[in-house]
Nanobody, 120 residues
């Protein structure tokens, strides 16, 4: 079993910033790729950022140049720095371990997520 604990969400005005953290613990097969997802109200989850164990990153276009994913491998922790936040960023944010080499499929059970609300 893998435990994922997200934290750092909150209420922020448009243009503001937040930093999310994801602590990973338990039985882990691989941490080669980690990612952040978000799920706006009434919509499906979407992968917004991913990072390999070596630090290579990918972002969906809607967050590129505003969000930065990083990781501390010694602490088994992944971060998402979110700047210039927009109301459309409002969502529950989740982290997960991702499959590599193709489609990035979440491999662990979902945590509780952390709510990010951006007001206009």
């Amino acid at each position: 079993q893998v435990q994922l604990v997200e934290s750092g969400g909150g209420l922020v005005q448009a243009g503001g910033s937040l930093r999310l953290s994801c602590a990973v613990s338990g039985s882990i097969f691989s941490l080669n790729v980690m990612g952040w997802y978000r799920q706006p109200p009434g919509k499906q989850r979407e992968l917004v950022a991913a990072i390999t164990i070596g630090g290579s990153t990918n972002y969906t276009d809607s967050v590129k140049d505003r969000f930065t994913i990083s990781r501390n491998n010694a602490k088994n922790t992944v971060y998402l720095q979110m700047n210039s936040l927009k109301p459309e960023d409002t969502a529950v944010y989740y982290c997960n371990v991702l499959s590599g080499g193709g489609l990035r499929i979440p491999l662990a059970s979902w945590g509780q997520g952390t709510q990010v609300t951006v007001s206009s």
